[in-house]
Nanobody
Framework: QVQLVESGGGLVQAGGSLRLSCAASGRTFSKYAMGWFRQAPGKEREFVVAISGSGGSTLYADSVKGRFTISRDNAKNTVYLQMNSLKPGDTAVYYC??????????????WGQGTQVTVSS
């Protein structure tokens, strides 16, 4: 069982930056690939980015490539999402997720409670 707690959301102007953090419980954090998803009002939850357990591989949605960067610190059981050049279209609740299987093909198994990101124009 993994518990995930996100932080770092807030209100930012277009073009600004935010860094989200997700702290995970447990002593096997490095065994889990981790990801970020988001859900805007009236829309389905969508994949944003994922990172392998070692941090050596990543997968980004086209909509955030070149603007968002995922990283992890396995010693701190934490995964980060650095978001730059934010757009109003990035406004959503952002969820941290943990995978026990292949993040390329399988859905996550654990979810955080979400953190709100609002980008004003």
């Amino acid at each position: 069982q993994v518990q995930l707690v996100e932080s770092g959301g807030g209100l930012v102007q277009a073009g600004g930056s935010l860094r989200l953090s997700c702290a995970a419980s447990g002593r096997t954090f490095s065994k889990y690939a981790m990801g970020w998803f988001r859900q805007a009002p009236g829309k389905e939850r969508e994949f944003v980015v994922a990172i392998s357990g070692s941090g050596g591989s990543t997968l980004y949605a086209d909509s955030v490539k070149g603007r968002f960067t995922i990283s992890r610190d396995n010693a701190k059981n934490t995964v980060y999402l650095q978001m730059n050049s934010l757009k109003p279209g990035d406004t959503a609740v952002y969820y941290c997720a943990a995978y026990t299987r292949n993040y390329y093909s399988d859905p996550p198994d654990y979810w955080g409670q979400g953190t709100q990101v609002t980008v004003s124009s």
